[in-house]
Each structure stands twice: as C-alpha cells, then as structure tokens.
C-alpha cells in the first residue's frame, strides 16, 4: 500500500520540552515547530505547547493506526464476517485510498 518508515515511532523533545520531534531508531521522521512564549501570554503558550505534543503524539501513532485500520477493514468491510457497517467502510475505505494516492 505506502511505503513508509517502519513502526516504531516516538516523539521525543529535548530538555526545554519546546524542541524535538517524531523519529524511528533510524533518525528524525519530522520535527515539530518551537512554540514561542512571550511575556503576558502564559496561557497561549501553554495552549499551543500542549496543542504541539498532542499533534506529535498523534503523528508517532501512525503506523500502528493504519495497521488496525487495515485490519479493521478486512475484518468489517470485506463481506468475510457478516454485514459490514456501511458508513464506516465508506470512511476507511477513503482513508485507505487517501495513502495510495500520495505515493
């Protein structure tokens, strides 16, 4: 389907927390952009530091999403277990065909 960096990946940030990004044990996958703090504007800060870390988390996942997702889709949408939840395999479907088109 996609050739991509195998799994693991892991989201790792330097000491400061602010730095860092996703990688395998072969080197950096991405990096994730500093977030920068600014007198007065604590809150926005922490917002988009934790925003940050969520969306690396989210990246690190990846790998392991798409492998239960193709297991979901062969065990819901392909007619071998029953009747399929169309909505969902609509969804997966797309979401399948989405990673072949961005080879």
């Keep these: 389907m996609s050739k991509h960096t195998p799994a693991p990946w892991q989201y790792t940030n330097t000491a400061s927390k602010n730095l860092g990004g996703v990688r395998s044990k072969d080197g950096f996958i991405c990096f994730m952009t500093k977030v920068d703090r600014y007198q007065g504007q604590e ?11 969520e ?15 193709k297991c ?7 007619n071998k277990y029953g009747a399929p939840n169309k909505e969902a395999c609509i969804k997966i479907r797309d979401v399948l065909l989405k990673l072949k088109e961005e080879k």
Excluded: F, G, Q, V
């Design 55 to 69: 969306n690396a988390n989210l990246i690190a996942a990846a790998p392991e999403m798409l492998e239960a997702l």
């Design 43 to 53: 809150e926005r800060y922490i917002e988009e530091l934790t925003e940050k870390n």
């Design 72 to 78: 979901i889709w062969d065990s819901m949408c392909s």
